[in-house]
């Protein structure tokens, strides 16, 4: 027999991350508990222990008489994240260009191939191409073999996942892995302080941010009217 050794609590904070980091409940959207509970099959006190955990990690918040909702990123908050985005990744990039070698080159170089190969998909969805994007990233920071670095962006690695997911929304799928072609040459080529400005490059501006996500807020107030 195969012992899942997650608690009840565990498998449905997990559930809902997912749901809310793939786009399924979007920023604003209520969580019922009582709701919930009936679709997870559990009950009331699991899934309100789990909305606890994830508002931990600021993906839903509680508001009194008004319950459950995902979280929704003001400009305060877009600005601070990017921010830290460009702080962490583009130090990333360049510890890794620092200590690169084949090993790690190779496992860059392959990540970039598959996320180039999932963008020429016909069938392919944004929410993959941003799992993809987000993965080659992560990969990053992992070769930065900066611990300190990596528990940072851990900490907010949900919140940079709805970041992502709200900024890539009008994203050309196309040409979206290419985009990191001269970021990964230039890591793998040894030259940190190229590496530094290119990732700092790959991240949209904080303006275009701004700008893309009170289109996406008036996209949203307009289905939400119709």
Not at 68 to 87: M, P
Not at 169 to 197: M, Q, V, W, Y
Not at 209 to 223: A, R
């Amino acid at each position: 027999m195969k012992i899942n050794k997650q608690s009840l609590e565990e498998q449905a904070a997990d559930y809902l991350r997912q749901q809310i980091l793939a786009g399924a409940f979007v920023s604003g959207d209520k969580l019922t508990e009582s709701t919930l509970a009936k679709d997870l099959e559990l009950s009331r006190t699991t899934v309100r222990m789990a909305l606890n955990t994830l508002a931990s990690e600021g993906l839903v918040s509680q508001k009194p008489y008004a319950g459950w909702s995902v979280t929704t990123l003001s400009g305060h908050d877009i600005w601070e994240i990017y921010h830290l985005r460009v702080a962490l990744e583009s130090q990333a990039a360049m510890m890794a260009a620092e200590t690169i070698n084949d090993e790690k080159a190779k496992r860059l170089r392959d990540e970039l191939a598959a996320f180039q190969a999932i963008c020429k998909r016909k069938d392919v969805s944004l929410a993959e191409v941003t799992l993809c994007d987000f993965k080659l990233h992560k990969l990053i920071i992992e070769l930065s073999e900066s611990d300190r670095l990596a528990r940072m962006y851990k900490s907010v690695i949900n919140q940079l996942s709805i970041y992502i997911r709200i900024t890539h929304f009008d994203f050309d799928i196309e040409s979206s892995a290419d985009t990191h072609i001269d970021l990964i040459n230039a890591i793998c080529a040894g030259e940190p302080e190229k590496a530094r400005r290119l990732a700092i490059e790959n991240i949209s501006t904080f303006t275009e941010m701004g700008q893309k996500l009170k289109i996406e807020q008036d996209h949203t107030s307009d289905f939400a009217a119709s």
